[in-house]
């Protein structure tokens, strides 16, 4: 059992700062992993938390139950705080005259990151379709550690699956357009931010044991080459998988280039295809496209019944190969007798988007000016906590999901209350598991 309450002058901080706590703050399951390890919370108390409908609500309810979890309580709320990467919050909690810390929490806080200075939100201006992609100030990507896949659930689960199991499991590529050339594409403006999610992604698929190549700033013409070499590369005979990550402004059916023209993404899917990447026949190959599908900014439309708002904590504004055949060749006529068994000519692939198409609607993708986009974050967030025991295509069911929840932040500007809407299309013909960590 906990000893006594939080001690009054935490209370107090916590009462002073839980409006913008509640506006800003991020209570997601690595917050409260953190606090359940320090036997702040339970896990029923946690659970409790997660099931609020609203970002606001979840935070508010999290609130209430600290000052009564004991004296420990807001020290291992403040570390919790930047274990999340929301060090501001952190700041903001312990630099209130209100608070009293401990010696050793003190201390702790002398090596911690400082605080960044929060952006100003530019006026809105007038934009193109070709610059259009929004970017937002909202939560940190998550940095836990990718969870183990256990040897019991790759036993009962690897049978009916893609074959996962070399090491490294694949090949990854990510392209991240964030610089435009002024002179030949002066409507596409810096992708602020842009340069985290290419981290991002560098960091969670070499968690999932992927040899990452990061390409940044490419024209139209330099992606198609790059996407083209990396098709071809010998190793993809051996390895068991393969991912394709393109960040960039973009419209229906197409990313740009540096140079303002359009890489058709159709094109790309095609080099990955069973005739021209015949290393990968039977393999899963996963492309992410963090662009934008067109012009329109999804608005939202009032829930008929249910809460009134949800929220996203902070301000927001907007974005938009052959070798191989020889071989086969010689194989084909050194077994002419036996008829061989012929494949689709485009299969096993998956591709998230952070935007939608449809066909009276095609939006805009939300990115964060300093933490990288929405789909990105969320992306690598249910990749984290999720791959140990979830296949690919619910784990973008869960990307969806955390994504339908947000909501611009950004009051003045016509971003404010904005949503965003991600989708998936799917030909995998199995279960694709990443079996995390396990050989």
């Known amino acids: 059992m906990l000893e006594c309450g939080m001690s009054t002058r935490d209370q107090k901080a916590l009462q002073k700062c839980a409006t913008v706590l509640c506006k800003q ?13 320090d036997g702040v919370l339970t896990e029923n108390m946690a659970e409790g938390v997660m099931a609020q409908q609203t970002s606001q609500k979840r935070s508010w309810r ?6 009564k979890r004991g004296p420990k309580a807001f020290s291992s709320f403040c570390s919790a705080l930047r274990d999340t990467e929301q060090q501001h919050l952190c700041d903001l909690l312990t ?18 990151p400082p605080l960044s200075t929060q952006e ?3 006026a809105k201006r007038p934009r193109t379709l070709e610059s259009m992609e929004l970017s937002l100030d909202t939560d940190s990507p998550i940095t836990t550690p990718v969870y183990a896949c256990s ?18 499991r694949g090949l990854a590529l990510v392209i991240s357009n964030v610089a435009f050339d002024p002179c030949t594409a002066p409507e596409l403006d810096l992708r602020k931010g842009g340069e985290v ?36 590369r010998p190793e993809h005979r051996t390895l068991d998988s393969c991912v394709v990550c393109l960040l960039s402004h ?64 902070s301000c927001e504004q907007v974005d938009a190969g052959r070798e191989g055949q020889g071989n086969t060749s010689l194989r084909q006529r050194a077994d002419l007798s036996r008829p061989r068994i012929k494949l689709p000519q485009r299969s096993d692939m998956i591709c998230g988007f952070a935007s939608l198409k449809g066909q009276n609607i095609c939006t805009a993708a939300m990115r964060n000016t300093k933490r990288g986009s ?31 929840e947000r909501e611009g932040h950004a009051p003045g500007t016509a971003h404010h209350r904005c949503k965003e809407m991600s989708e998936f299309t799917s030909s995998l013909c199995k279960d694709l598991f990443f079996f995390p960590k396990h050989l």
Not at 95 to 112: G, K, M
Not at 151 to 168: A, G, V
């Open 250 to 313: 973009g419209v229906d059916g197409a990313v740009y280039g540096t140079d303002g023209k359009q890489l058709q993404l159709d094109w790309v899917f095609g080099s990955f295809d069973n005739a021209h990447c015949p290393l990968l026949q039977n393999k899963p190959k996963m492309f992410f496209i963090q662009a934008c599908r067109g012009e329109d900014m999804d608005c939202g439309v009032e829930q008929i019944d249910g809460p009134t708002r949800t929220c996203s904590p």
């Open 151 to 168: 040897h019991d659930f790759y036993l009962s689960h690897c049978q009916q699956s893609y074959k996962m199991n070399s090491s490294p």
């Open 120 to 122: 100003v939100i530019p």
């Open 25 to 37: 703050m991020v209570v997601d399951e690595m917050l409260l992993q953190s606090l359940q390890t």
């Open 374 to 404: 929405w789909f990105v974050q969320d992306l690598n967030t249910v990749l984290r906590l999720q791959a140990k025991d979830t296949h690919l295509a619910d784990i973008l069911v869960q990307v969806n999901s955390r994504i339908k």
């Open 62 to 67: 999290l609130l209430l139950l600290l000052p």
């Open 95 to 112: 630099q209130c005259p209100q608070t009293d810390l401990s010696e050793s929490h003190r201390e702790s806080l002398v090596h911690s």
């Open 197 to 232: 999610d290419d981290e991002v992604l560098r960091k969670v698929f070499t968690e999932l044991d992927y040899i990452v190549t990061v390409q940044r700033n490419l024209t139209a013409q330099d992606m198609r080459l790059c996407i083209e070499t990396f098709s071809r």
